[in-house]
């Protein structure tokens, strides 16, 4: 519906490795169209109008470079946002060039890997993934970032799918960048969490409380600083206190 209602002087920008986008589209488009994608040297270079290469940063529009995309953040999603940005600011008139100069500016925004808390042995972020393809891909970015460090995951499945259990078969492929997971469960789950990743090594506690205590023991086991990641679309004030009173203490 939404397609239709764009004018053929519109413009639809989609993301061309989206297979749902796709089939969306054959349906039928009356707009102009430009796609965008995120390559790399391990996939075949996708067919789109706007690429960015995600080792080099390099930016491509209809196959002349513009400029490489210098910014703090990670991940394979945030640089599709970034490309959907240029994109759209291309359409209203600001050319893309001066779009990635602007882009070295944006530092994220609030729950979007927002860095809590920096301590010599861990450092501490909150984020909003709260499904199996985000954790999954927040993880990712993290780990092109920092390497060999260790990788704490801290989730609590609180949207309405995670508690359905909709995704509860992908939970420990989403996980799998991470060096140690920890799971707080939510009432009210409508599957059973701890048959789902404790046999994958997973932990999974109660209590905020609990689960902060076992992240400071493993802390204590690590030569190098942690980098904990809090995903949940929850309030999680309680979580992050404890985490933080343990990290200070670590």
Not at 228 to 238: L, P, R
Request: aromatic share 4%.
């Amino acid at each position: 519906q939404l397609i239709r209602r764009v004018p053929a002087s519109g413009l639809i920008i989609t993301n061309g490795q989206d297979d749902n986008i796709k089939t969306l589209l054959g349906r039928g488009i009356w707009s102009e169209q430009l796609t965008f994608a995120v390559t790399n040297a391990d996939a075949p270079r996708p067919s789109a109008h706007l690429t960015i290469d995600q080792t080099s940063r390099l930016v491509v529009l209809n196959r002349a470079p513009i400029g490489e995309l210098h910014w703090q953040l990670s991940g394979a999603h945030n640089l599709s946002n970034a490309l959907a940005a240029i994109a759209a600011a291309r359409h209203v008139g600001v050319p893309p060039k001066q779009s990635i100069d602007y882009l070295a500016d944006f530092s994220g925004v609030k729950r979007r890997m927002e860095i809590v808390k920096t301590s010599p042995k861990a450092v501490l972020y909150d984020d909003f993934a709260h499904h199996p393809t985000a954790i999954g891909s927040t993880l990712a970015g993290l780990r092109e970032t920092v390497g060999p460090a260790p990788i704490y995951a801290v989730l609590e499945p609180r949207s309405h799918t995670m508690r359905l259990g909709i995704h509860e078969a992908q939970l420990v492929e989403a996980c799998k960048t991470a060096d140690q997971v920890f799971w707080l469960k939510p009432t009210n789950l409508a599957f059973d969490l701890d048959q789902a990743v404790t046999p994958s090594g997973h932990k999974v506690f109660e209590e905020p409380l609990a689960l902060a205590a076992a992240v400071a023991q493993q802390l204590g086991l690590e030569d190098s600083s942690a980098h904990i990641v809090i995903m949940s679309n929850g309030g999680i004030d309680a979580l992050k206190a404890a985490l933080l009173d343990q990290i200070h203490h670590a």
